[in-house]
């Protein structure tokens, strides 16, 4: 009896594979499979039931095999109770539940090693384990099983029984949760690390130099100004609201030569406490850099001179910085604003995710000073742009990483002359072939996840939110968030689902 979603994760093909050479060599036991098949098998085009069918016809018409479909919980045991095995070949499995509900019933319980479930079952103790890699592995276990005597069958369903109960109860696990919830809320704990995916991450101990003799707690916020006198004093405002006090302002005026916005500089030296630098044009990566350098702050942060913060941005963010070794930079969600209205969604920036694309707001994050000094500062050879980005691949290469708050503290302004406007295909392919040039190694290091990122989700530069899909196409005279919400709800309603799947593959695909 195989126990699962027919997916593929779920090694539903591997088994039924298995058993037909098991027949083929007059195995007599017939395959019973309990499962929604509803889940679109994309190699295919179809169901993964409707594929099963198609390729396994024979060993249904023979009754070696059967499809029973969903089952509703409460009824599993009725048909599970007299299978000589319950059968669980997944082919990648985080937790198990199904192992747990099979050996909670006293079920004899043949499952792969590739999971979570190899941590549960104690080999020919309380259950069976098989590998996938290893040829014959699940046809020497099914063997050990069918021969079982009856007092072996009824020792390992105890064993089964009683593994459960003892471990993984409701009352067990609770007991376990709520230890440690007391232990992670105890405040003589301090978790000082980021759990990051990738271990090449540093902590101030492991790398520290003097670059700069920098002010304790204090933040350094640098706004690059090039003729933005319409919407810098709003920039200002928004800063001083911060709930974060302990803060400099440091307004770079990148040759500005517009009157108003030269005379706006003057004003506002006036008018608020802020430290200005007064350079010749030389753009925005280098405007960074010099404010950088100047920066008293142990913590430092850019804002272009259009855009704004929530009042508690900088604060959350340097909590952070203060309490985990690990982290070098934050960010948040941005907020659209101005000409336009949505959000974007920031991730926390981990290759290869951030070598396909942007995933994170990298022109309003909050540093650790040094660590811009050392690995962030913005390459003036990025002519178009991207530069920020580019310094976040630079630090995070370095082994310097970053969060994202999951919070909107960030208002992006979007307006019809912006830099990020001025764009064109041709300059962005310009500017990621320069980033991927530059940063070959890491680039190399993951060029397989990147091209399987790529061919599933399309190019990073049709990008703009992380979190839409771009490639639908099936629906190309449709805008696209639409195009997404027509398919969501189709996908559930049954009685459209084969003729959406069927007109996709026959009509659509051709154009995809």
Known sequence: MFFGKLTPQKGCLELIEYFKKLWHDGFDYKLIMIGGGNHLYHPEGIDMIDFIRKKYKNE??????????????????????????????????NLPYTVIESMAQGQIVLASIQGGQSEIIDDEVDG?????????????????????????????????????????????IYEQKLKLLNILLDSKNNYTEFPFKSVNSLTVEQKTTNLKLQTSKLLSVVIPYFNMGNYVEETIQSILKSTYRNLEIILVNDGTNEQYSIEKISELEKKYKIQVIHKKNEGLALARNDGAKVANGKFLAFLDPDDTIEPSYYEKAINVLLNKNNVHFVGCWAKYFGEGKGYWATFTTEPPYLLAHNMINSSALIYK??????????????????????????????GYKGVALPEPLWNYRVRKNSMARAFTIEKQLYLYRTIAEKHHDIFAKFSSEITSIINTNGAGISFDNPTLRYNLKSFKFINIRLSQYIIERFKKLKVLRKPMIFINKTIFAKNK
Do not use: C, W
């Open 128 to 172: 069976f384990l098989f590998d996938h890699k290893k040829a014959d592995s699940f046809a020497d276990k099914l063997q050990i099983i069918n021969s079982l005597s009856k007092e072996n069958e009824i020792n390992i369903s105890k064993n089964a029984y009683n593994k459960i109960v003892n471990n993984y109860s409701y009352n067990v």
């Open 369 to 398: 000073t040094e660590a811009f000094l050392k690995s962030g500062l913005n390459d003036p050879k990025m002519l178009y742009g991207m530069e920020d980005y580019e310094s976040v691949i630079n630090m995070v290469k370095n």
């Open 60 to 93: 249904i018409v023979k009754n070696q095999l059967q499809l029973l479909g969903s089952v509703k919980p409460e009824n599993i045991r009725k048909y599970t109770e007299n299978a000589k095995a319950v059968l669980i070949p997944s082919v990648v499995e």
